[in-house]
């Protein structure tokens, strides 16, 4: 099986939680990004800026914010570990890592597709009858899947490289924590070469694999 | 149908106050006149500043009494210019799309999708994808969707205008159908004279967001107000006729008249007795006090000037001579012939000054 135990429960690891986190975030996302798109709301820009920020923040400060939203001794944290649930230091936290720093990509793609559709047919449906609710699943949504799928696949891959804001909010603990990003780093940091590039490969024909699928969507989307 | 509103525009206010009972309105008016910002507004997609609209008894909006029914309350149905058809449906769903909307009441019983793809002869596009179908289809499964929606009231936003010449004039006998098979009161927009008078039975002429005139088409534009609002445009006769015989060597064909009258157009190959509309223009018409000899005009008719408006050095003579028709001539021509109303008058038409619709 090519590669050693360790590989495979890396790489599955760092696929699980990231998808995970890309099924986590997207009603999240796609409602957002409908708010985005079509409606006018107060402090709508504020919102969109605040959203995007962990896109050009440096990571490891989005993980230190994290690390004092969740940590034990904040509020949250401690409302949460009184219900037995810890964030800090495990799966949730590279699960919550991945979410937030990947949501920008996922809010920013969906949300141009859903600017694509041509309100004038949400509007046309709306006088024949739908409800807001069936014009968005019935006319909204499947004009806008091919860019919402491809917003998928985007926040997933950044998930998967997420590095800065899960080593401060999850560490870097091998078999708990450990994602193919900081598997890298640790290996080169001991000199595994050989067991980096491994990984290396890997993390580079996954990448390959959404980024193409990604824009291969977008651009089918556009013909339509 | 009773319209009241103000909607502010970018370059004006969008003012209409309008009272009407018909089977077919045209709101008729130039592009930019804000014809499709009313039929918007009608339909609930944009908004209102004040006013009232009341369609067939019930409130559709009031500013007064604060009513504002959203658009898919209103049981209007809206074809916009473009179609809009949805792109990821086949034409049947398209056209299925808002028949779940009210399908036990009295209404729904009397359309029925077949019908209504008989009417239209759209049966053997349903199973197709939107994608594959022709401008001119596009329009009639638009239609077709509208309707089977059971509208209390359809509103067409010049459905010809996104065709090329050759297709207006096989969507435009569809149209009439629908006016007759569904009584279904229709809102139409349009900027080509031909259309409103080939449809409607009562026109709202539309400038720059004023109602310049109202009243039965030809009443309407060539209303001595809407001439003087736009001196420039077109001035069109235009008649429901009924075809006599056809004579393609002479070129010509003869049409009769409701009111009597026997016209020579240019040749068509329709059936004797089929329907037809012809057109011509005002500034086509010559008058004559006695009757013209050795002239090649096909047509000339006696009659009896009815009315005169003088607009500016314009002159709008009506003419009653087996139909109601309206010339326009210089004022110094009704001078120089001393015409009056009451005074006998021959029209003369060269054949194929007349349009066939």
Not at chain 1, 76 to 96: A, P, S
Not at chain 1, 116 to 144: C, D, H, K, M, Y
Not at chain 2, 79 to 104: C, K, M, T, Y
Not at chain 2, 271 to 276: C, E, H, I, M, N
Request: aromatic share 8%; with cysteine.
């Amino acid at each position: 099986m090519f590669f050693s135990f360790e590989t495979w429960h890396i790489t599955l690891f760092s696929i699980s939680v990231g998808f995970a986190s890309a099924l986590l975030i997207l009603p999240f996302g796609i409602a957002l990004a409908w708010l985005f798109a079509r409606k006018e709301w107060p402090l709508k820009s504020v919102v969109e800026t605040i959203v995007l920020l962990p896109l050009v923040m440096p990571p490891v400060s989005t993980g230190l914010i994290l690390l004092k939203i969740f940590g034990r001794r904040s509020p949250l944290g401690q409302w949460l570990y009184e219900r037995g649930i810890e964030i800090v230091f495990n799966w949730k936290g590279v699960l919550i890592a991945m979410s937030v720093m990947s949501f920008p990509l996922l809010v920013r793609s969906v949300r141009t597709s859903f600017a694509e559709v041509n309100p004038r047919l949400e509007q046309i449906a709306a006088t024949l009858g739908a409800s807001p609710l069936r014009i968005f699943f019935v006319v909204t949504i499947p004009l806008a899947y091919k860019g919402i799928v491809a917003g998928a696949l985007l926040a997933f891959s950044r998930a998967l490289g997420e590095f800065g804001a899960t080593i401060l909010l999850a560490g870097n603990i091998p078999g708990r924590t450990q994602t193919l990003s900081l598997a890298i780093y640790n290996y080169v940091q001991l000199g595994k070469d050989a067991e980096a590039y491994t990984l290396l490969g890997i993390t580079v024909a996954l990448a390959f694999l959404f980024v193409w699928t990604s824009e291969w969507l977008l651009r089918a989307g556009r013909k339509l | 149908m009773r319209l009241c509103c103000r909607i502010p525009l970018a370059g004006f206010d969008l003012d209409i106050d309008a009272a009407f009972d018909a089977r077919v309105t045209a709101v008729f008016g130039p592009s930019g006149s804000g014809k499709t910002t009313l039929l918007d507004a009608i339909a609930g997609l944009r908004p209102i500043a004040a006013g009232e609209i009341e369609c067939g008894g019930r409130m559709l909006f009031s500013s007064a009494r604060k009513i504002a029914l959203p658009p898919r309350r209103r049981h209007i149905g809206y074809v916009p210019q473009e179609g809009a058809l949805f792109p990821h449906l086949s034409v049947r769903r398209n056209i299925l799309f808002g028949a779940g909307r009210d399908a036990r009441s009295p209404a729904a019983s009397a359309i029925h999708l077949d019908h209504v793809c008989e009417v239209l002869e759209i049966a053997p596009l349903l199973a197709r994808p939107v994608s594959e179908i022709s401008g001119g289809e596009a329009q009639r499964v638009a239609l077709a969707r509208a309707i089977l929606s059971r509208p209390q009231l359809l509103l067409l936003d010049e459905p010809l205008a996104a065709l090329d010449v050759g297709l207006k004039e096989k969507i435009l006998p569809y149209l009439a159908r629908v006016r007759d098979e569904f009584a279904i009161p229709m809102i139409y927009v349009t900027h080509n004279v031909t259309e409103v008078l080939a449809l409607a039975d009562w026109v709202l002429l539309l400038r720059a967001g004023r109602l310049v005139a109202q009243g039965p088409p030809q009443a309407a534009l060539t209303s001595a107000r809407a001439v003087r609002d736009a001196p420039e445009e077109q001035l069109e006769n235009v008649f429901a006729a009924t075809l006599i015989d056809s004579d393609r060597r002479a070129g010509r064909s003869r049409a009769l008249l409701p009111g009597g009258a026997e016209l020579f157009v240019p040749f068509t190959a329709g059936a004797p007795q089929s329907a037809l509309h012809v057109g011509v223009s005002a500034d086509d018409i010559l008058l004559a006090t006695r009757r013209p000899e050795g002239i090649s005009a096909g047509n000339i008719l006696p009659g009896m000037v009815t009315a005169i408006d003088l607009v500016d050095d314009q002159a709008l003579v009506r003419v009653e001579a087996g139909g109601e028709f309206c010339a326009r001539v210089t004022a110094g021509a009704v001078s120089r012939l001393s015409l009056a109303a009451g005074a006998p008058v021959f029209l003369v038409i060269k054949t194929r000054s007349f349009r066939l619709l």
